[in-house]
């Protein structure tokens, strides 16, 4: 019996000093490793329960779509064809749950770089998370503060909210043509998105000369906006600028076109620019204006995959999330390594002018040294006939502006 204990201890050491070895070796040559796993793990936090659901949802599947294309034609070539593992977590839409979720993420899973999360606030308190632990974080998230920390791990592959902002004014009264505008209202809920864009808003009716005769601030999620557009009716305004996600979106339009106060409508992307903002209003969804920081008639020959794959056109948050990815992965081509600390000088000194970063705007995407995409420039949409089409600027419309009186 002594004999048979012996000879097991003796095999159970063999196998520890062989598992010993094993790790000893990849510790020492990561490729090596690498190309036993096949596998490079990259995570995904989006809110995928919650107010910001479908959102979350939307970037998910564009984040899919290409992950798919790059694992299908061979993984990550100078990784030895190492396929991509995408660890996917629910940030719910709070903020605290989205810090805790990057927390556990980055312990138990060994990402080397992580998507998300939409809303400019999830991402935020996701962005504090990934920089002391230095993680790139790569976004389309829109608030200012994600690349005017100093921050070194976060790329924003969209304009700022307040470039967005300024935008958002200034394409419209472009459209207005001969129409002078002198006075506007802004509508904005309250989260990091809405007023980063806010802000935007202000600064171009400032430098315009316009006044701003509506400056009001909603909470998220608001159930009643009667005293908005009772206020918005009697500002004499002549365009509204609405700043909302979906549900407060729908509110404030129906309410718009019931009442019939017929100014213009120019939204701040978010809730705007989904099929499920056309969907839900029908006839009154026809003309909206909505500010964009990407569109998917800019590239159809890239878009079309996602409309053939989902049955819907390529929503931007698809779109941009879709970008995101892909430069990740051929930033990690390019470091020829998961190292986050490679892929980040990789990010940082790369124009990347492949693959689906043709679909955004001048075809490329370059971050500077604050993370931001110099490349990234707003766009115009409109709702026509269940479609949204690029109308300003001219360098990049698809279709002409309709005024919903002439339609």
């Known amino acids: 019996m002594k004999k048979e204990q012996k000879i097991a201890s003796q095999q159970a050491r063999r196998e520890v000093l062989k598992g010993l070895s094993a790790l000893t070796i990849a510790s020492t040559f990561p490729s090596i490793a690498l190309s036993q796993t096949k596998t490079v793990n990259i995570g995904v936090i989006l809110p995928l329960s919650g107010a910001n659901a479908q959102f979350g949802i939307n970037s998910r599947q564009g984040i899919e779509l290409v992950v798919d294309e790059i694992n299908n034609s061979g993984g990550l070539k100078n990784l030895g064809g190492a396929k991509i593992n995408l660890v996917i977590a629910d940030s719910t839409s709070t903020p605290t749950t989205a810090a805790t979720v990057a927390q556990r993420m980055i312990a138990e899973n060994d990402c080397c770089a992580i998507l998300g999360a939409f809303a400019s606030s999830l991402t935020l308190a996701i962005s504090e998370v990934t920089e002391r632990r230095g993680i790139p974080l790569l976004t389309m998230s829109y608030s200012d503060q994600l690349t005017g920390r100093g921050f070194k791990t976060v790329f924003q592959v969209t304009s700022k909210g307040s470039a967005i902002g300024k935008a958002q004014l200034d394409y419209a009264v472009q459209l207005a043509g001969g129409t002078k505008i002198n006075k506007v209202a802004i509508l904005y809920e309250d989260t990091a998105y809405g007023t980063s864009t806010a802000t935007g808003l202000r600064a171009a009716a400032k430098a315009a000369n316009i006044e701003i005769v509506m400056d009001e601030a909603y909470p998220l999620g608001i159930i009643d906006v009667t005293p908005l557009i009772n206020k918005l009716r009697a500002s004499n305004a002549q365009i509204v600028f609405p700043v909302s996600y979906l549900n407060d979106s729908l509110l404030i339009v129906r309410a718009l076109r019931q009442q019939k106060v017929n100014i ?71 470091s020829k390594s998961t190292a986050p600390e490679g892929i980040i000088q990789a990010l940082h000194s790369t124009t990347f002018t492949e693959g689906w970063a043709k679909a955004m705007t001048n075809g490329k995407v370059k971050f500077d040294d604050t993370g931001l995409n110099i490349y990234a420039e707003p766009l115009m949409l409109q709702w026509q006939k269940k479609e949204l089409v690029t109308v300003w600027p001219k360098s990049y419309a698809k279709g002409k502006f309709i005024a919903r009186n002439a339609s």
């Open 264 to 334: 213009p409508i120019v939204g701040g992307s978010a809730g705007y620019v989904i099929p499920d903002f056309s969907q839900a209003l029908g006839d009154y969804a026809n003309g909206v204006l909505s500010i964009c920081s990407a569109n998917y008639d800019l590239d159809t020959a890239l878009t079309n995959k996602y409309r053939k794959r989902y049955n819907s056109f390529m929503v931007h948050e698809a779109l941009e999330h879709a970008v995101a990815l892909d430069v990740l992965a051929q930033a990690i081509n390019i």
